[in-house]
């Protein structure tokens, strides 16, 4: 934790510079939202890596996770992984038994 | 007992309390937001609608973001603040934290105000018609209603044992019968209001006598002194005829069936699902037929355009050019002529215009009276029109009850921890920062649900 008062002074500056940064990609993703890539799914890709990049800034900057005691870290590790198992939990949805390849094999 | 370590680190874990506390709590929090972000992932990927994309007010949505963006500036700054014995910069930065957290929810306000209002009417067809139901003179919606007229006669059916559905008027009936204390006749010529105690008796009576007469139910008639109106949504009743009318708890009413359109003030015709849209049921000749050319029109001048834009791509494939050219928004209530109906190049103003916003702000809206049997299902832009809307009220319900309680929260520190902030100001610190890291969550919350709900 930076507790000294430099410190703290010097991070001020890069406190604004980051929310600056922040509407500027908030103007970007708006823009990009309407620029028509080949597929939906590619602008759906950029819009959430735009929003990736801004998340971390967030929260490495402001939350203080660019310097943060370790104990956090190993406990966001969980958090992160529980997380991602969320986010492709869709893909078992495609292993419906209807549709799934391998579960009505015709005999030959 | 004074909690420990809520200023100096504690030795093991090097970090005061709190802020393991609230590392803990976000953890969980992310937990449950990726839960529900899952869900969208579900329903997007299982809808059989067009996915709704710029549909909600961007601009609105954009000016939240900034105001959310601010925010968390702005907290950061109060906290840096305290750290450098800056307590009138701190005031400051923290009302403007907690003023930015009230615009926020005031926008919210508007946008969810304005979904209410609005609604889409699915044809047989399956084209959607979007628009609002009229007014009255004091700007409150006359909502759709289904109207009977001359009834004469209401027929009840109360079960012997007690039973799902049993007559009960009191709280079905009489509060869609037009007028006060509407009065009846019985069988025995008695003359009644219908209220609690009148229908106790009746019913008691009618129970024991059916009971006697070793019958499963009794059934009550109540003759008309005066013929009565009644008017009630398609929801609250179970069904009617042109003759009678079957209310929720099986009461049925003889009467004549009035009026049973729908009036809409049409601002959208949403095409998408109809095989020929040329041939929609909305351009119907009692409907916008005069809206024909236009559409046709407008329509052959986004393909055109896509085509010249992008002429190797597929157009079925395209989501924009489905939407821009089978979803027409209405402007005005007299249809333009054919040749001029894209005067200049409206493509952005039009993809900014909000679907939702701008009610009555200087349109005038075609009014369309829509046959009943056209219609297959009605609602305002609420959880119930389709999954995309159960999941933007969710999201963004549970995001807005997070910006209350975080801005609370520094409301909190601002008003009452004025002696911390003189007696103990690396306390108060602590506290800010912990407050501020939720708050800096919340915003990064809406970081993904603004292009995931608004844009993408």
Redesign the interface.
């Known amino acids: 934790m930076s507790?000294n008062?430099e410190e703290?002074?010097k991070?001020?500056k890069k406190?604004?510079i980051?929310?600056a940064l922040?509407?500027v990609f908030?103007v970007i993703?708006?823009w990009l939202?309407?620029v028509?890539l080949?597929?939906?799914g590619l602008?759906?890709l950029v819009?959430?890596i735009?929003?990736t990049f801004?998340?971390s800034l967030?929260?490495l900057i402001?939350?203080h996770l660019n310097h943060e005691?370790s104990?956090?870290y190993k406990?966001?590790v969980?958090?992160v992984v529980?997380?991602f198992v969320?986010?492709v939990?869709?893909y078992f949805?495609k292993m419906d038994p209807l549709v799934f390849d391998g579960f009505y094999k015709l005999s030959e | 007992m004074d909690i420990p370590y809520t200023v100096h680190a504690r030795p093991d874990t090097g970090l005061y309390n709190a802020k393991i506390g609230i590392w803990l709590f976000l953890a969980s929090e992310v937990m449950l937001f990726g839960g529900l972000f899952s869900a969208y992932i579900f329903l997007r990927l299982g809808a059989d609608y067009p996915w709704p994309v710029h549909d909600l007010d961007v601009t609105l949505g954009f000016w939240n973001t900034i105001v959310l963006i601010a925010s968390s500036v702005t907290v950061v700054m109060a906290w840096a603040s305290v750290k450098l014995r800056r307590y009138g910069q701190y005031k400051i930065y923290m009302a403007i934290t907690v003023i930015c957290a009230g615009v926020f929810m005031f926008n919210k306000s508007l946008e969810y105000k304005a979904k209410l209002k609005h609604y889409a009417v699915k044809l047989t067809d399956g084209t959607i018609l979007t628009g609002h139901m009229p007014e009255d003179e004091h700007h409150n919606t006359i909502p759709y209603r289904i109207k009977f007229g001359e009834i004469t006669e209401l027929s009840l059916t109360i079960p012997v044992k007690k039973s799902a559905i049993t007559a009960d008027p009191v709280g079905y009936v009489i509060p869609h019968i037009e007028g006060e204390a509407p009065k009846f006749k019985t069988a025995d010529g008695k003359e009644i209001t219908l209220d609690d105690a009148a229908f106790a008796e009746l019913s008691a009576a009618a129970v024991e006598k059916a009971w006697a007469e070793g019958k499963g139910s009794a059934t009550v008639k109540l003759t008309a002194v005066t013929p009565l109106k009644a008017a009630a949504k398609p929801s609250e009743i179970f069904g009617y005829t042109a003759d009678s009318i079957t209310f929720r708890d099986g009461t049925t009413a003889k009467g004549k069936l009035l009026d049973d359109k729908m009036t809409l003030l049409v601002d959208g015709i949403d095409a998408r699902g109809v095989a020929q849209p040329d041939k929609s049921l909305a351009f119907d000749h009692r409907y916008l037929g005069a809206w024909q050319p236009a559409f046709v029109a407008n329509r052959e001048h986004h393909i055109a355009e896509f085509e010249e834009n992008y002429p190797t791509r597929d157009k079925e494939k395209s989501a924009t050019l489905q939407k821009e050219s089978l979803f027409y928004k209405i402007h005005s209530s007299t249809p333009p002529a054919a040749d001029a109906a894209h005067g200049g190049d409206k493509h952005g103003a039009e993809a900014h215009a909000p679907a939702e916003g701008g009610h009555g702000g200087g349109h005038d809206y075609p009014t369309v009276v829509i046959d009943k049997k056209d219609i297959t299902f009605f609602s305002n832009f609420t959880p119930k029109l389709n999954t995309y809307y159960a999941i933007y009220f969710t999201l963004t319900g549970l995001h807005g009850l997070h910006v209350v309680a975080g801005a609370l929260v520094l409301l909190y520190f601002l008003v009452f921890n004025g002696r911390m902030l003189r007696e103990d100001p690396e306390h108060l610190a602590n506290r800010i920062e912990v407050g501020g890291l939720f708050w800096h969550f919340v915003d990064l919350v809406w970081i993904f649900l603004f292009p995931l709900l608004y844009l993408l």
């Open positions: 507790d008062i703290i002074q991070s001020i406190y604004l980051i929310g922040l509407i908030t993703t708006v939202s309407y028509e080949p597929t939906h602008n759906i819009g959430m735009v929003a801004k998340a967030v929260a402001f939350m005691k104990v956090i406990t966001l969980f958090t529980l997380v969320l986010f939990l869709f949805s």
